[in-house]
Structure formats: structure tokens, C-alpha cells
């Protein structure tokens, strides 16, 4: 009792200590200086509150987590059907999702499907950063950077040469592999802590490039007026370039700035069936195993004969590639790019997508992609405290369910 | 089969094998013997190039595998258990038996699994259960088996009896035997000097990276220097 009492006390005093920082006292412009305001007394009730909660939780705590421990968790599994019926059932289930994407946005709002393409970047990003972090277990900390190297293929290519999207999709999706390859070959031979260290490093090097190589990229003012994807030439804007076609025009409808929002959707969707279906087929493949083998024991895997520089290079090289192809849309979607889209907290975000799902799952790394990026834009009415609330809800995840949301599953046996 | 000559492998400035010269005939079970700390796995993982040896020979059926990397002595038709096991605790049973298999085809694989599976009948029982979730005496025959997957005609194995209750000792060995009779080489590290002399054709006696002894199995086991130092008086 007595340490939990200390322990109550010091989480107490923290407590104060960040609150009054972050929610106390606000700086504000007061004509042309800077003022320090103090906040209102409703809002010091809100704090001591807050802080009474940290100290009345910390002081019983066991008594909290016994609480905790009774509620059920979600067996999500159990949900599934067992068996023979699962297998007559996948098809119609993956066909009507399927569907359902495609159909969905005819039905909402321009916003809806416009988060819905983010969120399949994101789906993108988090599938391919698993192949590298849950699969072969290489802690990359800089995996925006390949991310960037694809965004930026598709910019300047498209910029100078006047490359179609499409063209550039493999084309970025090579470069970014590239990358991958020419890091990792050196730096594969580093373990945990220090690969996550130069992986940082090299995520932060692309920026600084991409920032500072002004003649070429256009440093902080990135690129803009990047042109859109193209449907086999028919372009969806309300006039056409020369010598193209609109695709209003060549249907015969009413132009209307939706069709490009939904057509850059459907690319997404596209591009996110292949990508799943890209890693589901090498997942199981030999090589996918022998990522997971090298991940348990590096030893044994040598042991069997195993190259492991080839092995975690070629996961390091498809993670880079399938970053390079999310980089490429992204670009094509946004319009614009600069090295402020690939700033250290995507590659945080991307890793906390892999962690959150359930490192190595491919449905965790889906269902965290759409949390992840669906909750802050949820979340915008709480305007400054949206991120603080992002943490919160992260560590109350990782504590509830520290496995992930839907964990790798292996087939094991019962014990009745 | 193998051989080594006058082999000397260092740990950095740090000497741990002396001039080590020792051979395995095909056909044969050779067992080497040694405390702590005498170079017993510095010797195995030598010959699987980890560290690689800084001078002298080492001959796999007649050709020089002391350049080589490790994943391409691996694959020429001997395989390691290495000590302590280090079976995949997260795959199953299935999958650490197929990684073990990995650059067999696939009826090679298959007809080796029946093997396999026909000598530990144990992993069939197992077959989709994690190899973690399994006991000690399992997962040595797991580690075993995924070793043999690879149909090797020489098998290393480091103390398999590490940790392992005596019946299952007694298994492993007799399983050790059998191996023999199917005509797989063995070249066994053992701190149980007892029971590996017992099946060894030869062993030999590693001291501080220097081989002190070699002898049949038997006068060994019988010769009073060993029998103080390793077998208890």
C-alpha cells in the first residue's frame, strides 16, 4: 500500500506538471508581442480533476487492472466460422467486400471518399512496412523515405519527361526497390536497435535532400500541379490538354469534380487488392517463411544453409518497393508534394499501424491503417487535443491488448 | 568424410582452437569430448564457417570448405543441430520441419518428412502445434529433425542431451544409433562424455583448443585420465 502510495503521488505530480505545461498556459499573440495567459478556472477544475483521477488510479491500481482483467476481450476469431463452412463462405464474403468498395462511394459525400483514399494509402504503407517490421523483424524507423522516393519519381518524371502516372507506377515502384537495396546492403548487417538508428538516419537524409537539392525538386516548395492519373488516356478535368479527351465529354455526362475523386479511390482500391494479393501469395511462399524463420532465430536459420543477407534484403527491398508504389499515387492524388509530407512522424505512424494491427497480420495491419487515420479525422472538434488523445489511445491499447488487434494467427492445437 | 588439419580459429586477438586436427570416416559416429570452455562448439561452428578458421584445412569429402560461407557449407550435404537447439518456437512443427527443407524439392521433401516423421514419431502427434508449446526433450527431437531434412550425409550435432531428463537422453541417443545404421556420418560434441563414448566408434579429447586424446570410443572410456577428468573416477 505504501508504495502504491508513492507511486500514486509522483504519477499525481507528473500529471500536474504536464497538464500545467500543455493545457494550463497558453501563449498567444497580443498585438505585436507575445503573452503568456493563464487558463480560466473552469479549466484549473478540469485539470485537479484529471490529476485526482491519475492519483485515485495509481493508488489502485491492482484493484483497477483486476477490473480490467475481468472484461471479456473481444475473441474476434470466434466470430469467424469453423471449418468447411469458412471455405465455402471466404469467396462470397472477399467478392461482396469487394463490391461493396467499388459501389461505395456513389453513395457518399466527396469528403468520405477523399479520407477513404487516404486510408488505403495508409493501408499500402502499413502491408508493406509489415513485410520489413512484423515479418522479418528489421526495426525501420525511416521507411517514409522510400515512401518519398516514390512520391517524388512520379513528380519529377512526370515534371520533366512527361511520364503518364501509369508509366510511373512500376517505374517508382523499382526506384523506391532500388533504394531499399542500395541501404540495406550495408546496413543489413546491423541488429535491432542500430538498424532502427540508421534507418532513421536515412529517412531524414531523403528529406533533407529532397529540401535543399532546390534546382531539381523545388526544395520546400515542392512540386506542384502534378498531373492527375488518366483512365487509358481520358483525363477528368473540365478541359481537356491537347490533343486528350475529358472523360465527361467522351460519355457524354455532366462534369462534375466527384469523378476524379472517386476514380483516384478506385485506383486505390486497385492498387491495394494487388498489393494484398502480391504479399498474401509470397507469405506463403518459402520466402515468406524464411523471413518469419529468421525473425525467430538467426542462428538456425544460417544453420539450414539460409543466406540471411538475402533474405532480409529482399524483405527489405518489397517493403521499399510497395512503399514506392503508395509514394507514386500519393503523389498523383495530392497534386503536390513537398519534403514536409514525409517528415519522421509518418514513419512513426506507419510503424504504430504495424504494431497496433498486430505485428505480421495482414487484417490487423488493414484494420489499424483505417483506425489510425479515421479516428484523428474523427476526432476534429477537439482541435488542439486531438493528438493527445491519439496517445492516450494508444497506450491504452498497448496495454489492453498489447499482441495487436487481430495477432498473426498460427493454427495450434486444443488442449480439451 | 571431414577433415581437419591443424586448424586454429580466433576470437578477435583470442586464440580458441590450437592446431586441431581431427577426421571422420563415412559410416562412423565420432564423438569429441571436452569441460567448458575447451573449444568443443568453437570447433563445430568452425566447420560450418562461424567463425571461419584463420589457418589450416578444412576438407568436406575431399573438397576445402575453410573459405567458404556459411549458407553454402550448408547446403553441401552436412547439417547442424546446434547447441541449445534453436528450433522456431513461433512456427509449427510443419513449418520448422519444411524450413529445414528449404532447398530440397518437393518430392524430396516429401519422401524425407515420411523419414523423419517414421523416426520421432513424436513430431507427428505435434505436427500443427507451435514448436515453443513443446517440452525440452521434443523440441530436441524437432531440432533434430529439421537438421535431417535436408537429407545430410553428415550429421553435427551439439549437445543434444543438454538439459534433458535421462530417458530422453537414452531416446536421443538410440535415435543417435539408428541414424548410424542408415548410414548417416556422425560427428557428436558432448559433455555427457559417458553415454556419447558409449556410441562413438572414435572420440576424441579437447583441452583448452588443443586435442589431447584420440582413441577408440572404448579405451577411452576405459583410460584412467578420462575417466577422472570427464567421467566422475
Known amino acids: 500500500m505504501r508504495g502504491s502510495l508513492y507511486n500514486a503521488i509522483f504519477a499525481a505530480g507528473i500529471t500536474l506538471v504536464l497538464a500545467c505545461l500543455m493545457l494550463g498556459v497558453r501563449l498567444g499573440a497580443e498585438g505585436t508581442t507575445l503573452a503568456v495567459t493563464g487558463a480560466g478556472a473552469d479549466r484549473w477544475g478540469w485539470i485537479l480533476a484529471g490529476v485526482g483521477v491519475v492519483f485515485f488510479g495509481q493508488l489502485f491500481a491492482n484493484q483497477v487492472d483486476a477490473l480490467f482483467g475481468r472484461i471479456p476481450k473481444p475473441n474476434l476469431s470466434a466470430l469467424k466460422p469453423q471449418g468447411s463452412s469458412w471455405n465455402t463462405l471466404k469467396p462470397w464474403l472477399l467478392s461482396a467486400l469487394v463490391v461493396g468498395l467499388l459501389v461505395w462511394p456513389f453513395m457518399v459525400s466527396r469528403g468520405a471518399v477523399d479520407l477513404a483514399t487516404l486510408t488505403l494509402i495508409y493501408i499500402m504503407l502499413g502491408l508493406g512496412l509489415n513485410i520489413v517490421v512484423g515479418l522479418a523483424g528489421l526495426l525501420d524507423l525511416g521507411y517514409v523515405a522510400f515512401y518519398a522516393v516514390g512520391a517524388y519519381t512520379y513528380a519529377l518524371l512526370s515534371e520533366y519527361f512527361g ?24 546496413v543489413l548487417r546491423l541488429r ?14 531523403i528529406r533533407i535532400l529532397l529540401n535543399n537539392w532546390t534546382s531539381i525538386t523545388g526544395g520546400p516548395n515542392g512540386i506542384s500541379g502534378i498531373e492527375k492519373p488518366t483512365l487509358f488516356g481520358l483525363e477528368f478535368s473540365r478541359r481537356a490538354s491537347e490533343g486528350n479527351q475529358t472523360f465527361h465529354e467522351f460519355f457524354g455526362i455532366d462534369y462534375s469534380s466527384g469523378h476524379k475523386v472517386i476514380f483516384l479511390y478506385l485506383i486505390a482500391v486497385l492498387l ?10 509470397l507469405m506463403r511462399m518459402p520466402i515468406g517463411r524464411a523471413w518469419e524463420a529468421l525473425r525467430e532465430d538467426e542462428i538456425a536459420c544460417r544453420s539450414l ?8 534484403l529482399s524483405a527489405f527491398t518489397l517493403g521499399a518497393s510497395t512503399a514506392g508504389f503508395a509514394g507514386c499515387f500519393f503523389a498523383a492524388r495530392q497534386g503536390f508534394i513537398s519534403p514536409e509530407s514525409f517528415i519522421f512522424i509518418e514513419s512513426a505512424i506507419i510503424l504504430a499501424i504495424v504494431v497496433l494491427g498486430g505485428m505480421g497480420s495482414q487484417i490487423g495491419v488493414i484494420l489499424a491503417a483505417i483506425v489510425m487515420t479515421i479516428l484523428p479525422e474523427l476526432a476534429r472538434e477537439f482541435s488542439d487535443y486531438r493528438m493527445l488523445m491519439f496517445g492516450l489511445l494508444m497506450v491504452v491499447m498497448m496495454r489492453w491488448r498489447p499482441e495487436g488487434l487481430v495477432p498473426m494467427k498460427r493454427p495450434h492445437l486444443e488442449l480439451k | 568424410m571431414l577433415e581437419l588439419k591443424n586448424v586454429n580459429t580466433h576470437y578477435g586477438q583470442i586464440q580458441a582452437l590450437h592446431d586441431v586436427s581431427i577426421e571422420v570416416n563415412k559410416g562412423e559416429i565420432v564423438t569429441l569430448i571436452g569441460a567448458n570452455g575447451a573449444g568443443k562448439t568453437t570447433l563445430m561452428m568452425t566447420v560450418c564457417g562461424s567463425p571461419q578458421a584463420s589457418s589450416g584445412e578444412i576438407l568436406f569429402e575431399g573438397e576445402s570448405i575453410r573459405q567458404m560461407s556459411t549458407s553454402l557449407i550448408m547446403r553441401k550435404g552436412l547439417a547442424v543441430v546446434p547447441e541449445g537447439r534453436r528450433i522456431f518456437s513461433g512456427l509449427t512443427v510443419a513449418e520448422n520441419l519444411h524450413m529445414g527443407a528449404y532447398f530440397s524439392d518437393k518430392d524430396a521433401y516429401e519422401a524425407q518428412l515420411d523419414h523423419v516423421l517414421g523416426l520421432f514419431p513424436r513430431l507427428k502427434e505435434r505436427y500443427h502445434q507451435r514448436g515453443g508449446t513443446m517440452s525440452g526433450g521434443e523440441q530436441q527431437m524437432l531440432s533434430i529433425g529439421r537438421a535431417l531434412m535436408s537429407h545430410p550425409r553428415l550429421l553435427l550435432l551439439d549437445e543434444p542431451s543438454l538439459g534433458l531428463a535421462p530417458i530422453i537422453i537414452q531416446q536421443i541417443f538410440e535415435i543417435i544409433e539408428r541414424l548410424r545404421e542408415e548410414g548417416v556420418t556422425i560427428f557428436l560434441v558432448e559433455q555427457n562424455a559417458n ?11 579437447l583441452e ?14 576405459t583410460h584412467d585420465a578420462v575417466r577422472k577428468a570427464y567421467l566422475g573416477g
Open chain 1, 163 to 186: 511520364f503518364s502516372f501509369w508509366m510511373c507506377l512500376p517505374i517508382a515502384a523499382l526506384l523506391a526497390a532500388t533504394f531499399g537495396f542500395i541501404l540495406g546492403f550495408p
Open chain 1, 192 to 205: 535491432g536497435d542500430y538498424l532502427a538508428i540508421v534507418t532513421l538516419g536515412f529517412g531524414e537524409m
Open chain 1, 272 to 281: 491495394v487488392i494487388i498489393v494484398i494479393y502480391l504479399i498474401n501469395r
Open chain 1, 305 to 312: 544453409g539460409l543466406n540471411r543477407t538475402v533474405i532480409k
Open chain 2, 195 to 205: 553415454q556419447a563414448l558409449k556410441i562413438a566408434d572414435r572420440g576424441y579429447v
Open chain 2, 208 to 221: 583448452n583448443g588443443r586435442v589431447v586424446m584420440s582413441d577408440t570410443g572404448e579405451a577411452l572410456l
